[in-house]
Each structure stands twice: as C-alpha cells, then as structure tokens.
C-alpha cells in the first residue's frame, strides 16, 4: 500500500487548508485511516482518523476545526482545516491500516506552517 501526501504550506493564522493523501488501494469499511502529525520538539499526535467507514475521532484541540473526510471513490483521504493556528505547525502524516489491528502504512509527510 501506498500513500501520498499533498496540500501542505504556509498560511496566516486563521486560514484554511485541505491536506489530500491518495492511496494506492481502494479504501474499504474495515479500514482504519486518518492523519497524525509531529511539532518539532514534540511526539507525534493523533489528529483525527475514520473507523469503520464512518466514525470519526479528533484530538480536543482540533474538535470544531478541522473535518476528516474521504472521496466517494475511495482512494483519497482529506482533512479539512479551518482556523489555523501557529500551534497547527507541524508536518502531517496520513495513514492506512488495513484493519484495526493491521500494520500502519504511511504517507511521506506534508508541512503545514501557520504564521500569527
């Protein structure tokens, strides 16, 4: 499986982006997939993920912000971002896990910088 990450860069606070991240395999309910991302200096996060084809999950700080979301088709995941924030800036990573309890499979990473 394989993943790309697209939509990164830089935007003032307050701003939007959509990251994409097309995969290499059609995505089924089974999967699990979503975005993490990584400040300098700090661990990588959980930012939001899809379950079971429809139930999705957000980090606090992100909650009413930013939408996880995939195409009908079912070969890419989005995530929707909305009023940035400078504590946004980090790069963000998709990924896929064929089932819940399955390897992770990564996307190589887009910057998002989010200027005050």
């Known amino acids: 499986v394989q993943l790309q990450a697209s939509g990164g860069g830089l935007v003032q606070a307050g701003g939007s982006l959509r990251l994409s991240c097309e995969t290499s395999?059609?995505?089924?309910?089974?999967?699990?997939l979503g975005w993490y991302r990584q400040a300098p200096g700090k661990q990588r996060e959980l930012v939001a993920s899809?379950?079971?084809?429809?139930?999705?999950n957000y980090v606090d700080s992100v909650k009413g912000r930013f939408t996880i979301s995939r195409n009908n088709a079912k070969t890419t995941i989005y995530l929707q971002m909305n009023s940035l924030k400078p504590e946004d800036t980090a790069v963000y990573y998709c990924?896929?896990?064929?089932?819940?309890?399955?390897?992770?499979?990564w996307g190589q990473g887009t910057q998002v910088t989010v200027s005050s």
């Open positions: 899809i379950l079971r084809g429809t139930v999705t």
């Open positions: 395999r059609r995505i089924t309910a089974v999967n699990v």
């Open positions: 990924y896929l896990k064929l089932h819940p309890r399955g390897d992770y499979y």
